[in-house]
């Protein structure tokens, strides 16, 4: 390592210090010894005030590392970027900054002079890291917006970084076919199946997201590339496998809207790498009434805009969803208007009935929260040690030849460097508990017919659990011991051309009498083989972990145990409804409103036939009406008093929008209403060829006003809307409004949480509004009653 080919670490720790640093992470002095008991979102302050669309891996030097989009750092700071800035914690909760990718965008040999580095995705393929990126103007074409995926590779996490020399999907001309009218190429991630496909998911609004399979180093796209999410509604894919199934993450609505900003994160699930991504609905991903079940929205607390993530394992097996999102109270970088300030969170990820919540649903966190587990229980990333000490017992054959050795990218491991046709065993002199989760990474050299193999539960060389990693049989073998018995081999081909000469990371869980055993490259939830199998009496058990070796050479770094986490079953609560409110409710039964109904600006639609029937005006209220310019609130808005305290609005809603065609932005909906420019509101809305439900809001910023909106459920033909209000008092006794709906008016989707300033007095009401083209065919909005509920 040197300051020529690190500058961005040369101007962090000084041109004499780089040297040092290198020697000082190699012995692995200042390693942290103990995981954080709690911590405090955002987890990336430490380092920097915004680093957007994070993305980790494990490095094989024990530590996590952390990728962000080319930003400046820290407030104050002006026009100095960081070009895809890294950072690296050995807890997850304690994050340092190491550098930079590149030191400019034109590092990539074929980035334009303008261009920008946005959203990397991190991975680990045959013995190199690969971090793929946008590229935002490229010399392919000669035109703007001609944006395109790269990936670079390198030896470590921290680099150096080497461009591939071209995209790995280019340029992508758009429908007009107009200079510089190019579909949006972004967010590429990366995800390498149990057969050793590798894919590339990418894509965003324009356009949609795509899923192509990729050349064996990763390198290129080939073959036809399938949409997995439809244009005009997502962006920033993640996808990882989990009992069978693929779940596609994407996120939506605006990132970048300040202090409304309503991005959130969504998932479907599929039986097939390509789709159809279905959510919990069975609505598709593709389909114009889009589907996507909610993983994490604005709560009402202070953070929103709550997405775009990737998905981490702790040392105890359990998922973390890393995501950016932005403090409501600092939503800028610097001026108003300017950089969106997007810090890395961390939250717990629950699977909860075969699918992804954050927090089991209460979402993101800004309280102190216990940390994950960031370090083994038993065991050693062998970082820093000189000896094997006490620590470590050598057990069976060649027990002389278990030695440490390094590197520059693992760091510190183990090697059993004699030849031990059978086995021979290094194994923690302590023990680890019955529930457990063991790993350790495993390298055999090239043209190894031997295995290495990872031991969990050993209280003998006759006692305990074995996930081998096989190049003679090219698989995944088990075996558990009992008593100087087998209770049988089970063999998983690994993918044909596997590198058993690349570090992999092997994974033994026992939760009881159940043992399951991937094999990933880097613990990304993309396992080119798993197993799970049931323990016969007398398996199992607390033991010491360690690795074994029936090869004439066996590497092995990170070898270690945890106790197994334990799930989250239960999700959080939704509110409660209560009882019907008549006296601020409408059956419209009349022929006429009641008088407790009111109207900003002028009276539109009217009461019939039990429903009231509104035409979508061609109007809207979003925006600040200013003096000799055209008015912006020019929508009728038909209202009524609000109960005091606690309650729920209800509406049913018919209208006929239409599917795929473009009938911008004509809505019918429920909306809460303090003013011109301070409201939210829940509609049923055509965005392009989507139908979405969509709940926005609108407030003052600055000198101007700032309007965003996050997503519910899918609609129907007929949608349920709901508002429910509460004053917070935790948050200076705000107005808070969370959103749900329905297609059946029984069963809920319950959405994010707006708010409205504490002293306003919001009254609400109905809206139809949102027609953009005299032209376009217009909707009419059919209110079946308006309900509100009590506790």
């Excluded at 915004?50 to 030097?61: H, L, Q, R």
């Excluded at 990882?240 to 994160?265: D, H, I, Q, W």
């Excluded at 809505?667 to 209403?673: K, R």
């Excluded at 994010?752 to 032209?775: C, F, N, V, Y």
Aim: aromatic share 10%; hydrophobic share 35%; with cysteine.
């Amino acid at each position: 390592m040197t300051a020529a080919k690190h500058p961005a670490l040369a101007r962090l720790f000084g041109l004499g210090s780089v040297l040092l640093l290198a020697v000082l992470l190699t012995a692995g002095i200042g390693r942290a010894d103990e995981t954080a008991a709690t911590y405090t979102n955002p987890v990336s302050k430490g380092f920097a005030d915004t680093f957007a669309d994070p993305a980790v891996i494990k490095g094989k030097d024990g530590y996590w590392y952390a990728y962000g989009t080319s930003d400046p750092l820290r407030e104050g700071e002006g026009e100095e970027f960081s070009y895809i800035p890294i950072s690296r914690s050995k807890d997850l909760v304690n994050w340092e900054y190491v550098g930079d990718a590149f030191d400019a965008p034109t590092d990539v040999s074929w980035a334009a002079d303008d261009a920008s580095l946005w959203a990397p995705d991190i991975r680990y393929m045959d013995g190199k890291y690969h971090l793929y990126y946008v590229v935002t103007q490229t010399t392919v074409t000669d035109e703007p917006n001609d944006n395109a995926i790269g990936v670079a590779t390198a030896p470590t996490p921290a680099g150096p970084w080497t461009d591939s020399g071209a995209p790995v999907v280019g340029p992508r001309r758009g429908e007009s076919g107009d200079p510089g009218d190019f579909k949006w190429t972004f967010d590429p991630n990366e995800f390498t199946d149990e057969d050793g496909t590798r894919y590339l998911y990418y894509g965003s609004y324009y356009g949609g997201i795509f899923v192509t399979e990729l050349t064996p180093d990763g390198k290129r796209a080939v073959g036809e590339p399938t949409m997995v999410a439809i244009d005009n509604r997502y962006e920033g894919a993640y996808v990882v496998k989990r009992e069978g199934y693929y779940y596609l993450f994407g996120s939506s609505a605006n990132c970048c809207a300040g202090p409304t900003t309503g991005y959130s994160a969504y998932v479907g699930r599929s039986e097939s790498p390509t789709g159809p991504f279905l959510d919990k609905e069975g609505q598709s991903m593709t389909e114009s009434r889009v589907g996507g079940s909610i993983v994490i929205t604005p709560n009402g607390n202070k953070w929103i805009g709550t997405g775009h993530n990737a998905v981490v394992t702790d040392l105890a097996g359990e998922d973390w969803f890393v995501y950016h999102a932005i403090d409501r109270g600092d939503p800028y970088l610097n001026e108003p208007f300017g950089i969106n300030e997007r810090p890395m969170l961390f939250d717990r990820l629950d699977w909860i009935d075969g699918w992804p919540t954050v927090r089991g649903g209460a979402w993101a966190s800004d309280a102190p929260q216990p940390a994950p587990v960031g370090t083994f229980a038993v065991g050693d990333d062998f970082n820093g040690d000189t000896t094997l000490g006490t620590e470590w017992r050598r057990e069976g054959t060649a027990q002389d030849g278990w030695q440490l050795a390094n590197e520059a990218d693992a760091g510190g491991y183990v090697c059993q460097g004699a030849p031990a046709r059978n086995p021979s065993y290094l194994v923690s002199a302590g023990q680890a508990p019955a529930d457990v989760r063991a790993e350790a990474d495993l390298r055999l050299p090239a043209g190894s017919t031997g295995a290495a193999g990872l031991i969990a539960a050993y209280r003998g060389a006759g006692d305990h659990l074995v996930a081998w990693f096989d190049a003679g049989a090219k698989a995944l073998v088990t075996d558990v011991l009992v008593n100087g018995r087998s209770a049988g081999k089970v063999r998983t081909a690994l993918p044909s051309g596997f590198r058993f000469d690349a570090w992999h990371n092997v994974a033994v869980e026992v939760r009881g009498t159940s043992m399951s055993v991937e094999v990933t490259d880097a613990r990304l939830h993309d396992p080119q083989a798993t197993q799970v199998r049931t323990l016969p009496a007398g398996a199992g058990g607390p033991g010491a972990v360690g690795v074994a070796s029936r090869s004439t050479h066996t590497e092995a770094d990170n070898v270690g145990a945890a106790p197994l986490y334990t799930p989250q079953t239960v999700t959080a609560p939704t509110p409660g409804v209560g009882a019907v409110a008549p006296a601020f409710s409408d059956e419209f039964g009349d022929r006429r409103l009641d008088r407790a109904w009111s109207w900003v600006r002028e009276p539109d639609g009217q009461e019939s036939r039990g429903a009231y029937n509104w035409p979508v005006q061609q109007a809207d209220l979003v925006g600040r009406d200013e003096p000799g310019k055209p008015p912006s609130n020019t929508a009728s808005v038909l209202l009524r008093d609000a109960p005091q305290g606690s309650y729920t609005v209800e509406t049913k809603l018919t209208i006929d929008l239409g599917v795929e065609t473009i009938r911008n932005y004509q809505q019918g909906g429920l909306i809460a209403y303090a003013d011109d420019d301070h409201w939210t509101r829940l509609s049923h809305v055509a965005i392009w060829n989507t139908r979405q439900t969509e709940f926005g809001k609108e407030m003052p910023f600055s000198d101007a006003t700032s309007f965003g909106g996050m997503l519910v459920g899918p609609p129907a033909d007929t949608t349920w809307l709901r508002l429910t209000h509460r004053i917070d008092p935790a948050n200076g006794a705000e107005h808070e409004f969370r959103a749900a709906t329905s297609r059946d008016g029984e069963h809920w989707i319950w959405g994010g949480t707006w708010t409205l300033p504490a002293g306003t007095e919001p009254r609400i009401g109905l809206i139809s509004l949102g027609k953009q083209d005299p032209d376009d065919p217009s909707a009419t909005s059919k209110f079946d009653y308006f309900r509100v509920y009590r506790p």
